[in-house]
């Protein structure tokens, strides 16, 4: 039985250059896989995740910014597009921005690219979609993937623990912390110039 399924990956994701196939196998130039360079060599988000597609997940995106946070970079380090001026995610005008998205629910892939509409999301048990824009938010900086089949909550609760991380569900609260502390860091910067 394969009921019980963790994913982890962190690393500066980033498009690939091979077509990704859309959700009816058709592979069209522009759309392109979203991998994520990590300490065992290059994955592919999408692969990762479409396993889980039509399944019960936990599941948590963010950016994962410098330890110790750097208040002076774009997303506290987490965005690699600082030395080109300009984030296709916009910190060039939101530095402190963090994408951070976390729920439970069921996910869901839907990628049209006749229509270039669709993409990941979560349909959340209260019937609201959590939408997933990874191809905009991830690309071009240091981030998280974390999910986990809801009945598999605890062996990725001891996955985590094992890189000092606590739960899936903390992993969103903490990306928002990050970012509340980012702003406030900031704010003192800009005040004692
Ligand atoms: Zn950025």
Known sequence: ?????????????????????DSKGRTEPGFFDL??????????????????VGRQVQLAVHHVP????????????A?????YGRCPFGHHTTPTRMFNEAGSGVLAYDLDH????????????????????????????RSRV??????????????????????????GNRATDLRDMLEQARRMVREDT
Not at 35 to 52: C, F, I, K, M
Not at 146 to 171: H, I, K, N, P
């Open 146 to 171: 974390a999910a986990a089949t809801l009945f598999a909550v605890d062996a990725m609760r001891d996955a985590l623990a094992g890189q000092g991380l606590d739960s899936v569900e903390s992993l």
């Open 66 to 77: 410098s330890m110790p946070i750097d208040v002076h970079r774009w997303g506290g380090g």
């Open 1 to 21: 039985m394969n009921d019980f399924q963790t994913i982890l990956l962190e690393g500066i994701c980033y498009l690939g250059d091979k077509a990704y196939p």
């Open 79 to 83: 965005c690699h597009w600082e030395p």
């Open 114 to 141: 006749e229509t270039s509409t669709g993409g990941w999301w979560l349909e959340q048990f209260d019937g609201t979609r959590l939408m997933l824009p990874l191809a905009h938010a991830l690309p071009g900086h």
């Open 35 to 52: 991998l994520v360079q990590s300490s065992g060599g290059a994955v592919s988000v999408y692969d990762t995740l479409r396993p889980l």
